[in-house]
């Protein structure tokens, strides 16, 4: 069956200090790959996704970067973080890009919880 | 651009009673609708989904949820909640063209006394 992991749970940077999020998918081949984003008060927000290696869409201007540097894994970054970046961190999955029949969803990692300081 | 608004924040009900947490969006065209739920400690997984066809969606433990697309809405229901449903649900919306456009809602958190 397919799991998605995602690490750390919980994080505490400072202002200006780098970061780097990682989330796997093991069980399928060639996910789409999204990174989501819930800030205190605020639904969830798409901040990237991608559909194959090396292929990063952002729909959002922001601090952070992504990275799909392996068909599995999805890597969120950012060289120095800003007092508004934090929050809940979000990876998930989905087989195709479109939810093309009723068993089409996203799948969601654990999350982790950012704040920065 | 599409939105969505769950107009509940915070919901208190004591067990038995019925539940409903409104939903509405703001879209034009063809959307699929999707309530997600995040149990304490536990990942976010979908509760229900409405693709195409009846609007009357039925999910797991005993939710339900219709589409209404002259209203705009997708309230989800269950007529008689238990403690175990305490939990915070995510309304969400996409068009037909792509999870990359999945809208989500604020969140309703739901707590159930017993």
């Known amino acids: 069956s397919q799991t998605i992991h995602q690490w750390p749970a919980t994080l505490v940077q400072p202002v200006g200090s780098p970061l780097s999020l990682e989330c796997t998918v093991e069980?399928?081949?060639?996910?789409?790959l999204y990174w989501y984003r819930q800030a205190a008060g605020r639904g969830l927000q798409l901040l990237f996704y991608?559909?194959?290696?090396?292929?990063i869409s952002s729909e959002v201007p922001q601090n952070l970067s992504a990275s799909r540097p392996q068909d599995r894994q999805f890597i969120l970054s950012s060289k120095k973080l800003l007092l508004s970046d934090s929050g809940f961190y979000l990876c998930?999955?989905?087989?195709?890009?479109?939810?093309?029949?009723?068993?089409?969803?996203?799948?969601f990692g654990s999350g982790t919880q950012l704040s920065v300081l | 651009a599409q939105s969505v608004s769950q107009h509940n924040h915070h919901v208190i009900l004591s067990e038995a009673a019925s539940l409903e947490l409104g939903c509405n969006y703001s879209?034009?065209?063809?959307?699929?609708l999707f309530w997600y739920v995040q149990y304490p400690g536990q990942h976010l997984q979908l509760l229900l989904k409405?693709?195409?066809?009846?609007?009357l969606v039925k999910g797991i433990k005993g939710f339900e949820a219709e589409f209404i697309k002259s209203k705009f809405s997708f309230n989800l229901r269950k007529p008689s909640v238990q403690w175990s449903d305490t939990a915070e649900y995510f309304c969400?919306?996409?068009?037909?063209?792509?999870?990359?456009?999945?809208?989500f809602g604020t969140g309703t958190r739901l707590l159930v006394s017993p």
């Open positions: 998930a999955w989905s087989g195709y890009a479109t939810p093309r029949d009723t068993n089409e969803k996203l799948f």
């Open positions: 069980g399928t081949s060639n996910p789409n």
């Open positions: 991608s559909v194959g290696i090396g292929q």
């Open positions: 879209y034009g065209g063809t959307v699929n």
């Open positions: 409405y693709f195409s066809g009846d609007p």
């Open positions: 969400a919306v996409t068009p037909y063209t792509g999870f990359q456009k999945l809208v």
